[in-house]
């Protein structure tokens, strides 16, 4: 590797990081203000209930991502440095449908156990929630996949 393909490698280095940390740092903000306008509009019950849902939500993404980031920023450079993109992409489509395959899953979890927490809770608005809840888990995921 010649000192420029280095200098190249360093500078795509550093812009991806710039960019990935803009980007968790837009996604916070975003967060951030949704809590605010969220504890504004909604009342206290409604408040706690929707930040039990976000931390299901987080909690579930966190479970359905299946250590692909580390998957992929392991065998990921050393399939590309050996110039094997087939296997590669294959590991690419294989984490992809797995893990829409799990998140789909549990979405529907999600949504079909409402009628569970309904009964054992007896507050008829968590199913409301929780169909919402499955929604946005799903496109949150998607998203990230």
Known sequence: MDSTTKANSGAKIVSNLFWGE????????????????AAR????DEFGVYVALASLVTLLARFTE?????????????????GQEG????VVRRFASVRII??????CGIHFGADFLVAFTGVEVIRDYL???????A????ADT
């Open 22 to 37: 803009a980007g968790m740092l837009f996604r916070t903000v975003i967060s951030f203000l949704v809590g605010i306008i």
């Open 41 to 44: 509009t909604l009342g206290s």
């Open 66 to 82: 299946m250590g692909t980031e580390s998957v992929f920023t392991t065998y990921i450079p050393r399939f590309m440095e050996k």
């Open 87 to 90: 296997e590669c992409s294959y």
């Open 102 to 107: 799990l998140v789909l899953f549990t979405a």
């Open 131 to 137: 169909t919402l809840t499955a929604a946005w888990f």
């Open 139 to 142: 496109l949150q995921a998607v």
